[in-house]
Structure formats: structure tokens, C-alpha cells
């Protein structure tokens, strides 16, 4: 009994200390302005879709607390692959009475239609900040750019950012757009940006 009880208070001082840094940290987070023509070029996938439910997790060392998303695809507008759902994680969610909360981390809400530039986790097994959980059912990525690389979808289909803090006072004229006027902006680039490969490899050709 006192060897349990030693646990878990050795857990709820290292997850208090862990709170800490977090809180402290974001006081002063402030990010980089990541241009839409970055978010769309660098990500893995690019998906329209809605969020079917969210569950929260510890990490496979029980140390940080996970949220995670399951998406269903609405439209593919970067990437390959046939799935109809696909699994979203990022740092930040409630289990029973402990809260993580994490800056500039995108959040999401049942029912939510949504917009999201994502990197892969492709190994999860070995993914270097060990912030996963084993997911095997769909594929498994984390938002690119975190909470700049989501847009919320709302009612009147103006896509909104929301969420973080910019280093400096950059041009934010993507930060809500319409839908449509986003999907053509992101299919243009993916567009000019194919041209421009396939422009420097006909150059190596000859």
C-alpha cells in the first residue's frame, strides 16, 4: 500500500512539474508566421474533414497527456492515401482530475468541420519526442505549423485560425478566408509547385 501510495505521488509531483514548465513556457510562446504556401508545400497530407470524436490518452511513457482526434475525410486535397478516417494527436487534454494544456496547440470539438495541413507519424515506435500513442487502426499525424496549420470551418464557410500568438505582426490575410477560397489557393500552389519540379527535372535530364 505505501509503495502505491509513493507512486502516485512521485506521478503527481512530475506531472505538476511538467505542468509547470508548460504554463511557463507559454507565457511567452510566440511562433512564426507560416505562410500558407509553407503549410501546403512542406505537409504531409492536406484533408478537409469532420471531427468524429475526441479521447484523450497517456503517452507511451505516461508521462504527458494526449488528445486524440478521429477525422473523417471529407475531401483529400494532398496526399495518398484510400482511408475514410484518420487519427489526429497533439499535447494537451484532462484525465480525470489533470490538465494539460499546451500553447499554440491546435484544439478541436466533436462535430467540428475543419481544414488541416498534417505531418505523418510514419514511426511511431521511435518518434524522437515520444508524444504518441499506439494507433493502428487509421493513419496517425500530428497538425503541421500546430495551431496555425488548423482552420475551423464555421456555419457561413469562412475558414478561421485561432489560437497563438505571432512573433511579429506579419501579414495574417490568410487567417480567414472562404472555404472555396482557400481550396483554390492551396490547389494552385500544389500546382505551380509540381510545374516548377517538373521544370528543374527536365533541366537534370539534359
Not at 507511451?60 to 497527456?65: A, F, P, S, T
Request: aromatic share 10%.
Amino acid at each position: 500500500m505505501k509503495k502505491d501510495q509513493k507512486k502516485i505521488i512521485k506521478r503527481s509531483f512530475f506531472v505538476f512539474f511538467i505542468l509547470t514548465l508548460f504554463i511557463l513556457n507559454s507565457a511567452q510562446a510566440l511562433m512564426i508566421k507560416l505562410s500558407l504556401h509553407r503549410l501546403t508545400i512542406e505537409a504531409d497530407a492536406i484533408i478537409l474533414g469532420e471531427v468524429e470524436n475526441i479521447r484523450c490518452e497517456w503517452s507511451l511513457d505516461k508521462q504527458i497527456i494526449l488528445s486524440v482526434v478521429t477525422l473523417r475525410i471529407h475531401e483529400i486535397l494532398k496526399g495518398d492515401f484510400y482511408n475514410t478516417k484518420i487519427f489526429i494527436q497533439y499535447p494537451g487534454g484532462t484525465l480525470g482530475d489533470i490538465s494539460l494544456k499546451v500553447s499554440d496547440m491546435p484544439t478541436f470539438q466533436s462535430n467540428e468541420k475543419v481544414l488541416v495541413f498534417l505531418k505523418s507519424i510514419a514511426d511511431m515506435a521511435n518518434t524522437k519526442n515520444s508524444l504518441i500513442v499506439t494507433l493502428n487502426i487509421f493513419p496517425a499525424f500530428e497538425v503541421f505549423g500546430n495551431a496555425q496549420g488548423k482552420y475551423f470551418i464555421d456555419a457561413n464557410g469562412i475558414a478561421q485560425k485561432s489560437g497563438y500568438n505571432l512573433f511579429a505582426k506579419d501579414d495574417e490575410s490568410d487567417k480567414a478566408l472562404s472555404l472555396s477560397e482557400l481550396k483554390a489557393s492551396i490547389r494552385n500552389i500544389l500546382k505551380q509547385h509540381s510545374k516548377e519540379r517538373e521544370k528543374i527535372h527536365v533541366k537534370i535530364k539534359h
